[in-house]
């Protein structure tokens, strides 16, 4: 048995080493899950060898990085960056927005578990929430889905278009739940995914997504058959109770939100992936957290 001695508020403290843990956090560095637990297996393998029973996490962080450092300079720099972000004193909250179909909630629950978050919450959910508290009659808007959103305003505007309108509405009616979700996560320090197809650049407050540890993506489906196909996986689904025939329906009113979303995320210069395959689409959120949460760390830096 190998202890890992550490230290919590002054007070010392030791645990097992884990090839286990070690090799989830191994696997943010792009090495993939089965190389990453066969390197967490040689690094446990020296440590034994070496006849090491006690190791502080200092030195042994030390010594997974050069270990690391040897096999790919790179593996060794990520896994640095990945420390740091973990270290951290602020919650790590990332957003996930996309039109209807995309995969928000699917990347959700990947990003979740590569990067060991245990919180992740929907927009769909927040709306819910919002629906019991407000009535149909004093906010109908809410009580619709996000692309029939239009269907609910009694007057269209002129200006633009009503499909759009009608899903502005609604965005902005759920965005009051996610924002309190938000400024929640930051007061009590809880790590948070938010999905969901609310999650619009622009329309969260900017002293909010202004900050380094608020990360925001919006997921597209360049491909109109990809995009359309997704809904037929989804509703194949036994537990699905989602009308396949209303989005199908309404598919040319998703691809419109979609369109708006891209736009909104180029006016605010926030990340688009176009989700065709999960590991790369996770890939490239990770690495584009680690880089965004190093800017965190250099202002903190300078602070000091």
């Known amino acids: 048995m190998i202890w890992v001695i550490g230290d919590v508020e002054g007070r010392r403290y030791r645990e097992p080493f884990s090839k286990g843990i070690l090799a989830r956090s191994l696997s943010i560095t792009d090495i993939g899950s089965e190389r990453a637990y066969e390197i967490a297996s040689e690094i446990e393998s020296k440590l034994i060898d070496g006849d090491i029973n006690e190791i502080t996490l200092t030195d042994l962080t030390n010594f997974i990085v050069d270990y690391l450092d040897y096999l790919d300079p790179d593996y060794a720099k990520k896994y640095l960056n990945w420390r740091e972000v973990r270290k951290s004193k ?23 578990s590569k990067l060991g978050l245990k919180n992740l919450i929907s927009t769909d959910m927040i709306r819910e929430v919002m629906r019991k508290i407000v009535s149909k009659e004093l906010s109908p808007v809410i009580h619709k889905s996000s692309f029939d959103a239009h269907e609910s305003i009694r007057i269209p505007s002129i200006r633009i278009d009503s499909i759009i309108e009608g899903f502005i509405s609604h965005v902005d009616v ?14 009590e320090g809880i790590s948070i995914i938010i999905e969901g197809v ?107």
């Not at 759920?174 to 007061?187: C, F, H, P, Q, T």
């Not at 360049?222 to 995009?227: G, Q």
């Not at 689904?237 to 369109?259: A, C, G, H």
Request: hydrophobic fraction near 40%; glycine fraction near 6%.
């Open 174 to 187: 759920v965005n009051v739940g996610v924002e309190a979700i938000i400024e929640r996560s930051l007061k």
């Open 90 to 112: 602020e919650p790590l909250i990332i957003l996930i927005g996309g039109a209807s179909g995309v995969g928000t909630s699917s990347m959700a629950f990947e990003l979740a």
């Open 198 to 304: 609310h999650v619009v650049p622009g329309f969260i407050r900017k002293d909010l997504i202004s900050k380094n540890n608020i990360i925001i993506f919006t997921l597209v489906v360049d491909d109109p058959e990809t995009h359309k196909q997704r809904f037929f996986t989804r509703c194949r689904q036994p537990w699905v109770k989602r009308s396949l025939e209303k989005y199908i329906e309404n598919f040319d009113i998703i691809r419109k939100t979609q369109d708006f979303l891209i736009e909104q995320a180029k006016i605010h210069d926030s990340c688009i992936i176009d989700n065709v395959d999960v590991t790369e689409t996770v890939d490239i959120m990770v690495n584009e957290i680690i880089e965004k949460y190093g800017g965190l760390k250099n202002v903190e830096q300078k602070s000091e």
